[in-house]
C-alpha cells in the first residue's frame, strides 16, 4: 500500500487506509452476526434435530414457523442453563430465524438434519478364546451290551426362533381400536423399539430438559373439533403407535405437568418427535 499510494496526496492515502479498516471490520461483524445465530447442535439428539427440521420444513405460515421456534426454546432453554450455553436471540424470542425452513446451526437442507458422525468408532467385540476340546472316555462295552439293539432315540420337537425386535414387545389396542406398543427400559427393549418403528407412524420419546427419560405419561391425540381418536399412558420413554393420517393435537400429562403440540400423521412414512419436561425428575431410565 505505501508503495502504490506514495505519489498520491496525504488526504487520499489516509481515507484509502481508513476504507480498508471499516471494509475489515464489516465483514467481522457480518461474520460474528452469522455465527451468534446458528443453534449450538450439543444440545439437541440426532432424532430431535431431525424432527424440528421436519417440523420447520412443513410450516406453510409465519405463525407455524414461531410454533416450532417456542417448542424449540421451551427444549433447549433448560439444558442451555445446565451446560452454560449461550441460544441465539431468535431462540430465546420464540420467532423464527429467516423466512424459509433453515434452521441455523442444523444443517436442515430439505427439511431434514443430518445425522452427526459419531467421533470414535464402536470398540469391537472381544473375541473368545479357543476351548481346547477333552475327548471322552468310554468305558469298555461288554459282549452283552454289543448285542442288544441300540435305542431309538425320541424325537426332538423344534422350538421357533424368537424374533428380540417384535417376539418381546407386547402390541396393544386403545379403547378407539389403535395399535401402539410402548416401553423402552433397558438396552434390549431399546433395540426392539428400533426395529419396531417403521410399522408405527407416530412415535414419541418422552425425556426431561436434562436427557432424562420418563414413563406414566398419559397422551391423548384428538381431532381439530375435539374429537379424541387415541389415549395410553406410557410404560417408559418410547409410545409408538398407528393412526390414520391427518392433524391432531396431542397432549401429554405428567405429575400436573402438560405439555402439547399440533401433530400431523402423513400417509406415509411417519413423525418423530420428543416431549419434554424441564423440571421434573425421571421416574424410569434406559
Avoid at 505519489?7 to 489516509?14: E, H, N, S
Avoid at 441460544?87 to 424470542?93: F, G, K, M
Avoid at 402390541?171 to 389403535?178: F, L, Q, R, S
Avoid at 436434562?210 to 420413554?237: H, I, K
Wanted: glycine share 8%.
Amino acid at each position: 500500500m505505501p508503495v502504490l499510494c506514495s505519489g498520491l496526496p496525504q488526504p487520499i492515502r489516509w481515507a484509502l487506509v481508513c476504507g480498508v479498516a471499516v471494509m475489515s471490520l464489516s465483514t467481522y461483524a457480518q461474520r460474528a452476526a452469522a455465527a451468534s445465530e446458528d443453534v449450538p447442535s450439543q444440545l439437541l439428539s440426532d432424532d430431535e434435530r431431525i424432527d424440528f427440521c421436519s417440523q420447520m420444513h412443513r410450516a406453510a405460515t409465519p405463525q407455524e414457523r414461531s410454533a416450532v421456534a417456542a417448542r424449540m426454546r421451551d427444549t433447549l432453554t433448560p439444558r442451555a442453563k445446565g451446560q452454560g450455553v449461550a441460544l441465539p436471540p431468535w431462540v430465546v424470542e420464540a420467532r423464527p430465524a429467516s423466512e424459509g425452513a433453515n434452521i441455523p446451526g442444523l444443517s436442515c437442507g430439505a427439511g431434514a438434519a443430518r445425522p452427526r458422525t459419531p467421533s470414535t468408532a464402536p470398540a469391537p467385540l472381544p473375541v473368545p478364546a479357543q476351548v481346547r476340546q477333552t475327548p471322552e472316555r468310554k468305558p469298555p462295552v461288554t459282549t452283552h451290551e454289543a448285542l442288544a439293539p441300540a435305542p431309538v432315540p425320541a424325537p426332538v420337537e423344534e422350538i421357533p426362533a424368537r424374533n428380540t425386535l417384535s417376539g418381546d414387545i407386547p402390541v396393544a389396542h386403545d379403547n378407539h381400536g389403535v395399535p401402539y406398543v410402548t416401553g423402552g427400559v433397558g438396552q434390549d427393549e431399546v433395540a426392539a423399539f428400533r426395529g419396531l418403528a417403521s410399522g408405527y407412524n407416530m412415535r414419541a420419546t418422552f425425556t426431561t430438559g436434562s436427557g432424562e427419560y420418563l414413563s406414566g405419561v398419559a397422551v391423548q391425540v384428538a381431532r381439530a373439533d375435539g374429537t379424541v381418536v387415541f389415549n395410553a399412558t406410557s410404560d417408559g420413554p418410547y409410545l409408538f403407535a398407528r393412526l390414520p393420517q391427518g392433524r391432531y393435537r396431542l397432549t401429554a400429562m405428567l405429575d400436573g405437568a402438560q405439555r402439547s403440540r399440533e401433530l400431523y400423521v402423513p400417509a406415509r412414512g411417519g413423525v418423530r418427535f420428543t416431549m419434554v419436561w424441564p423440571l421434573l425428575h425421571a421416574s424410569s431410565t434406559n
